[in-house]
């Protein structure tokens, strides 16, 4: 196990040379994350990492996505999902024109998920969905739209789960193991690199999707990245977060008031 | 010595389990005394990643004692029980909150019991009691490793008393633990301290 001062040596290197900070992530996880890599790509000890690190711009690429969690699904929690349909989704239907963030979409099955559900709304036409991460390399896999295969049924039971009525398979085609979903769904997604730890706020939002991304994140820093939501968050618009995610720690929360048990939130101040 | 619901944990009972752990843990429950001074119960069961939130109301039935599913940061308490929410690795941070983390499975589980033991061990040392119950995975042989070398303390359900007893048995045979208990004697243990 790599030691707490080594962790710290580690995110001084990635901020000093390559501006990325590190340091109000979870504790736990990072370090979980670094051991891990230590043993995939086989480490002989912690100094060799470190050289690695500070001298190896292209392996800095490599172990900035792997120290962050990709992890991510289609129609994740199928009542969230519900919830947006039988409650947000409605509220949106008047807006000549709607405005969505995915922050931390990770490779993209959040925003697709989203798409559908504007689809079957009729709302995608005049709806733009904005989709940054801090990683580049996800972006590049989500805007091809191109999903493995072997999870489909699982998402399938999950769209159904969350309300849809169709099959699910009219919305993909499947080619050697993966799927494409159709063009017509990404037609109206704006992919982005963005930084929540540094970077600012960029548009007013109708609703934004983050979901299992604060959760890397210590209290200060959920704070902080909370208040950049709220100064991108219109009027009565939303703020989804993920299901063990909230904001009852933060300051922006007396504004706010909860969709009944799920995490979604309508900011009322 | 920590009151209830103040400060942090002296003691800190992780409990993993799988396949034929729920039914021990509804028989152990019931026997731990209230109030539990001084520790925090952690339980981390692998179940089905649909929203069995269920799981915490069934047990809540069978203790005084608060029984919460952790969200993101909650504070580890003395005095209340944690259970593991489904699809997210449990983990503890030195302020002394919990932290969550959907990374891949780990013994195609999530959560996994090597993690919040080995992140146990890290964070709260010889203060850990380890618990492996019945199941059908390694889960938690290694995580056993790390509470050891922190100086905490190991107890396995006895493998003849557990439904499944290949979780118990893993963990016995790669790491020496302290205690091999039966049901009654596992739920007398956490009233005894350390033993
Ligand atoms: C676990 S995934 C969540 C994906 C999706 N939202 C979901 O719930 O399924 C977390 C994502 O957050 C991204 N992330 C981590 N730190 C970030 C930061 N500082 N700014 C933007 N994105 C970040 C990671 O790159 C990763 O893609």
Redesign the pocket.
Request: contains cysteine.
């Given at each position: 196990m790599i030691a707490e001062y080594e962790v710290d040596l580690l995110l001084a290197d990635l901020q000093e040379l390559y501006g990325y900070d590190f340091t109000h992530y979870s504790r736990a996880s990072l370090k979980r994350r670094i051991n891990r890599l230590v043993s995939l790509d086989k480490f002989p000890s912690f100094a060799e990492l470190r050289y690695r690190v500070r001298s190896d711009g292209e392996y800095i690429k490599r172990f900035v996505q792997e120290l962050?969690?990709?992890?991510?699904?289609m129609f994740?929690d199928p009542l969230f999902y519900r919830t947006l349909r039988t409650s947000v989704i409605p509220s949106l239907l008047a807006k000549p024109f709607v405005r969505i963030w995915?922050?931390?979409?990770?490779t993209g099955?959040?925003v697709f998920s989203m798409a559908i559900l504007l689809k079957e709304a009729n709302l995608l036409h005049k709806t733009l969905l904005y989709a940054?991460?801090?990683?580049p390399d996800?972006l590049e896999s989500a805007r091809k739209g191109i999903f493995m295969m072997s999870p489909m049924k699982q998402y399938s039971e999950n769209y159904l789960l969350s309300g849809g009525t169709r099959d699910f398979s009219t919305y993909y085609t499947a080619q050697y193991g993966h799927v494409k979903f159709n063009e017509e769904l990404a037609e109206r997604m704006v992919f982005s690199t963005?930084?929540?730890?540094s970077d600012r706020s960029f548009n007013e939002f109708d609703l934004i999707?983050?979901?299992?991304?604060l959760i890397?994140f210590d209290k200060p820093l959920q704070n902080r990245v909370l208040n950049l939501f709220d100064e991108s968050l219109g009027p009565l618009s939303y703020l989804a977060l993920?299901s063990k995610e909230t904001l009852k720690f933060s300051n922006i929360e007396p504004k706010y008031k909860q969709i009944g048990t799920e995490k979604i939130w309508r900011k009322m101040g | 010595m920590a009151e209830n619901g103040v400060g942090r944990p002296e003691k800190l009972v992780v409990i993993g389990g799988s396949t034929g752990s729920i039914d021990v843990l509804l028989s152990v429950l019931p026997m731990v005394q209230v109030p539990l001074t001084g520790a925090a119960i952690v339980i981390v069961v692998h179940r089905k990643n649909t929203a069995d939130s269920a799981l915490s109301a069934v047990l809540a039935l069978r203790t005084s004692l608060p029984v919460h599913e952790v969200d993101d940061k909650d504070l580890v308490q003395p005095g209340h029980i944690y259970l593991a929410p489904a699809d997210y690795h449990l983990l503890f941070e030195h302020d002394g909150t919990f932290s969550l983390d959907?990374s891949e499975k780990i013994n195609y589980s999530r959560p996994s019991i090597d993690v919040t033991f080995e992140s146990a061990a890290d964070v709260y040392g010889p203060a850990v009691v380890g618990i492996i119950l019945s199941g059908a995975n390694a889960d938690g042989t290694e995580g056993f490793r790390a509470i050891k070398q922190a100086g905490g303390i190991l107890v396995a359900q006895r493998p003849d008393t557990a439904q499944v007893g290949y979780m118990p048995n893993q963990a016995i045979l790669h790491t020496p633990v302290d205690h091999i208990l039966s049901i009654e004697q596992i739920g007398a243990f956490i009233n005894g301290g350390k033993g």
């Amino acid at each position: 196990m790599i030691a707490e001062y080594e962790v710290d040596l580690l995110l001084a290197d990635l901020q000093e040379l390559y501006g990325y900070d590190f340091t109000h992530y979870s504790r736990a996880s990072l370090k979980r994350r670094i051991n891990r890599l230590v043993s995939l790509d086989k480490f002989p000890s912690f100094a060799e990492l470190r050289y690695r690190v500070r001298s190896d711009g292209e392996y800095i690429k490599r172990f900035v996505q792997e120290l962050t969690v990709n992890v991510t699904e289609m129609f994740r929690d199928p009542l969230f999902y519900r919830t947006l349909r039988t409650s947000v989704i409605p509220s949106l239907l008047a807006k000549p024109f709607v405005r969505i963030w995915h922050a931390g979409c990770s490779t993209g099955e959040e925003v697709f998920s989203m798409a559908i559900l504007l689809k079957e709304a009729n709302l995608l036409h005049k709806t733009l969905l904005y989709a940054t991460d801090l990683n580049p390399d996800v972006l590049e896999s989500a805007r091809k739209g191109i999903f493995m295969m072997s999870p489909m049924k699982q998402y399938s039971e999950n769209y159904l789960l969350s309300g849809g009525t169709r099959d699910f398979s009219t919305y993909y085609t499947a080619q050697y193991g993966h799927v494409k979903f159709n063009e017509e769904l990404a037609e109206r997604m704006v992919f982005s690199t963005h930084n929540l730890v540094s970077d600012r706020s960029f548009n007013e939002f109708d609703l934004i999707m983050c979901r299992n991304v604060l959760i890397y994140f210590d209290k200060p820093l959920q704070n902080r990245v909370l208040n950049l939501f709220d100064e991108s968050l219109g009027p009565l618009s939303y703020l989804a977060l993920g299901s063990k995610e909230t904001l009852k720690f933060s300051n922006i929360e007396p504004k706010y008031k909860q969709i009944g048990t799920e995490k979604i939130w309508r900011k009322m101040g | 010595m920590a009151e209830n619901g103040v400060g942090r944990p002296e003691k800190l009972v992780v409990i993993g389990g799988s396949t034929g752990s729920i039914d021990v843990l509804l028989s152990v429950l019931p026997m731990v005394q209230v109030p539990l001074t001084g520790a925090a119960i952690v339980i981390v069961v692998h179940r089905k990643n649909t929203a069995d939130s269920a799981l915490s109301a069934v047990l809540a039935l069978r203790t005084s004692l608060p029984v919460h599913e952790v969200d993101d940061k909650d504070l580890v308490q003395p005095g209340h029980i944690y259970l593991a929410p489904a699809d997210y690795h449990l983990l503890f941070e030195h302020d002394g909150t919990f932290s969550l983390d959907d990374s891949e499975k780990i013994n195609y589980s999530r959560p996994s019991i090597d993690v919040t033991f080995e992140s146990a061990a890290d964070v709260y040392g010889p203060a850990v009691v380890g618990i492996i119950l019945s199941g059908a995975n390694a889960d938690g042989t290694e995580g056993f490793r790390a509470i050891k070398q922190a100086g905490g303390i190991l107890v396995a359900q006895r493998p003849d008393t557990a439904q499944v007893g290949y979780m118990p048995n893993q963990a016995i045979l790669h790491t020496p633990v302290d205690h091999i208990l039966s049901i009654e004697q596992i739920g007398a243990f956490i009233n005894g301290g350390k033993g």
